[in-house]
């Protein structure tokens, strides 16, 4: 999954992709690279400062985008946002799927939207907003009470109506996690993955990576990748990520490994 932010403050990208025609420009880069999907966000979640735009700023952020984009992109767009009204618009300019940072719990519309538009959707775990989220980085047991919460979740979109099969569950690296958090879950990818849903994994260039493997960009891709190839490792279904060429390597790799099934 490449990231698209169209935004002027995300923590890796800001302002890169914030005019439409960059951002088209940069979607279909991604899908030559190999994307599978392309994630469209008009909101930044940043840990650490980011702002709560408007459903009206995020829909004149995105909109322009997704208009350029039909007809044009061959792979499926996601549209990731907590907000209805920006995920209908989304759908409406042909969205394949809603990328819930708050697992359909920030919009009471955005459940019986997906439902209603037999969408995929994303379901990802945190705690509060994202302005306050570092705020919740407590856990007595973080990969039970993670695995638990997106057990929850994904039962309420399927009592909302959800079809189980369009249901993709992420941990959040990240989100209302300190470094240690985000670590614990990655060694405990195999677990998630017995919930019985894909996995999606968003670790790219995010601040533990930065930590553990080195902040200078080279030393932030390797590391990315390192988590990217170990997650497909693990049985993840989808890596989200800013360098689509470095993830379709370390994905390949991974993925040969993992099917080489001991030269049987
Ligand atoms: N991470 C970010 C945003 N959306 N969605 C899912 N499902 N999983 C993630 O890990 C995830 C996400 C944050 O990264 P980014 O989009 O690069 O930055 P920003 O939120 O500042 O735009």
């Given at each position: 999954m490449g990231v698209l932010n169209v935004?002027?403050?995300s923590f890796s990208d800001g302002g890169r992709y914030f005019d439409p025609d960059r951002a088209v420009e940069h979607a279909l880069e991604m899908q030559a690279a190999g994307a599978a999907i392309i994630d469209i966000g008009g909101e930044s979640t940043r840990p650490h400062g980011a702002r709560e735009?408007?459903?009206?700023i995020e829909i004149e952020r995105v909109?322009?985008?997704l208009k350029r984009l039909r007809g044009r992109l061959g792979v499926p767009i996601s549209i990731d946002t907590r907000k209805a009204v920006v995920a209908r618009v989304a759908l409406d300019a042909g969205a394949a799927m809603v990328n819930d940072v708050s697992a359909l719990s920030a919009d009471p519309a955005m459940a019986p939207l997906v439902a209603d538009r037999k969408c995929a959707v994303v379901l990802m775990h945190m705690r509060g907003g994202p302005a306050d989220h570092m705020k919740f980085a407590r856990y007595r047991d973080v990969v039970s009470e993670v695995e638990a919460h997106l057990a929850a979740r994904a039962?309420?979109?399927i009592n909302a109506g959800v079809a189980p099969s369009r249901i993709v569950l992420d941990p959040g690296l990240g989100f209302?996690?300190?470094p240690r958090h985000s670590l614990a879950l990655l060694s405990a990818l195999m677990r998630?993955?017995?919930l019985g849903y894909p996995i999606l994994v968003g670790a790219s260039r995010k601040g533990f990576v930065r930590v553990t493997g080195g902040a200078d960009p080279a030393?932030?891709?390797?590391a990315t990748a390192a988590v990217n190839a170990i997650a497909i490792a693990a049985g993840v279904a989808m890596v989200r990520v800013h360098d689509v060429g470095l993830a379709v390597a370390a994905v390949k790799m991974a993925a040969a490994i993992k099917s080489s099934n001991g030269g049987r």
């Open positions: 935004t002027p403050d735009v408007t459903a009206a909109a322009p985008v039962r309420a979109a209302a996690k300190q998630l993955c017995t030393a932030l891709e390797s």
